[in-house]
């Protein structure tokens, strides 16, 4: 079974081709509903989250608006966040991979928004990385309700940057050409993806580590086919 890891920077279209890859019947692992679900009440990271950061708890719940401006540009915070989930999630990918390896399906996806800013790129078989111009990036992230231009380059500053993610993919899914152009280049990458010869997926299989705000720029980035 082809571990397959997608992702892409805010407004390249991850969203819809992960929605593509489910009518495509592929068994998607979505990390951001993963978190919804451990923040919901009776969630695994519930109680230590409200215990952490109880100025977040509203009404009995996690508010994830407030949660996420009391460590947005904090580091300290946000390390303290992603101690607690960072665990479950894995938990929970690694249910899902189990689950799919016993009903032999041939690839699953890991949708994982900061695939590589948590080095989860090394952990896969094949990345497959959404991209669209910078302006259509732009266009979509600026119609989002509450989104700023501001806002928009803080988080942009905090993300591994378009081109080095395409420079570390094995398929990139060009977005910006309209969805017919994305769903026929998905269905090819996936066809040749998933004729490859399988790695197991641990921990000690190393990919190339892109440069990160927090991390030192790389050596020599190696461009992969489809970069």
């Known amino acids: 079974m082809q571990i397959i890891g997608l992702t892409g920077s805010i407004g390249m279209g991850k969203s819809t081709t992960s929605t593509m890859l489910r009518r495509l019947k592929v068994p998607v692992f979505d990390a951001d509903a993963t978190v919804h679900q451990l923040l919901a009440p009776g ?67 890991l949708d994982i928004p900061l695939l590589f800013e948590s080095g989860g790129n090394r952990r896969v078989d094949a990345v497959l990385v959404v991209s669209a111009p910078n302006w259509v990036q732009a266009r979509r992230v600026l119609a989002r309700p509450g989104m700023t231009r501001p806002k928009f380059r803080d988080i942009l500053a905090k993300q591994v940057p378009d081109a080095e993610k395409r420079r570390g993919a094995d398929a990139v899914i060009q977005t910006g050409l309209g969805r017919a152009h994305a769903f026929r280049a998905l269905t090819l990458a996936l066809d040749r993806l998933a004729g490859r010869p399988h790695r197991m997926w641990k921990s000690h299989w190393q990919r190339p580590r892109l440069h990160h705000p927090r991390s030192q720029p790389p050596t020599g980035a190696r461009r992969r086919p489809g970069g």
């Not at 952490?52 to 509203?58: C, G, H, S, T």
């Not at 009995?60 to 947005?72: C, E, K, M, Y």
């Not at 990918?93 to 690839?107: D, E, M, V």
């Open 43 to 109: 969630g695994r990271g519930f109680g230590p989250v409200a215990e952490r950061f109880p100025e977040a708890v509203r009404d009995g719940r996690i508010d994830r608006v407030a949660l996420g401006a009391r460590v947005f540009g904090r580091k300290a915070e946000l390390r303290a966040l992603e101690r607690i989930l960072h665990p479950l999630v894995r938990d929970a990918q690694h249910h899902f991979i189990a689950t799919h390896a016993r009903r032999r399906a041939p690839l699953v996806v």
